[in-house]
Nanobody, 122 residues
Framework: VQLQASGGGLVQAGGSLRLSCATS????????MGWFRQAPGKERKFVAA????????DYADSVKGRFTISKLNAENTAYLQMNSLAPEDTAIYYC????????????????WGRGTLVTVSS
């Protein structure tokens, strides 16, 4: 599985961005998809996950109510809608995938895409 994240950029605090994660392969619909982020000088952290059907999601407490993860199996793409962005959301965002559960993706992602930089100015 190859993953390609896009959609990052510079936005003012309070603004919105939507990240996309395009995938290759015919089995996209069978994968749990997720997003992680890494702020400058900090470790990579879990942001959100969505199960294979799109019927269940999981979020880090820091983004609950502001970020929404979704996936369109027909387009082999996962999304992260980010609203009410704050400077502390500034990070490189990575999409990830796992063939099994959201918990496994959260703890040991199997596939990683290249990151996309999100910068939120105050």
């Amino acid at each position: 599985v190859q993953l390609q994240a896009s959609g990052g950029g510079l936005v003012q605090a309070g603004g919105s961005l939507r990240l996309s994660c395009a995938t290759s392969g015919r089995t996209f619909g069978r994968y749990v998809m997720g997003w992680f982020r890494q702020a400058p000088g900090k470790e990579r952290k879990f942001v959100a996950a969505i199960n294979w059907s799109g019927g269940a999601t999981d979020y880090a407490d820091s983004v609950k109510g502001r970020f929404t993860i979704s996936k369109l199996n027909a387009e082999n793409t996962a999304y992260l809608q980010m609203n009410s962005l704050a400077p502390e959301d500034t990070a490189i965002y990575y999409c990830a995938a796992h063939p099994n559960t959201m918990l496994e993706l959260r703890t040991t992602p199997m596939y990683w895409g290249r990151g996309t930089l999100v910068t939120v100015s105050s």
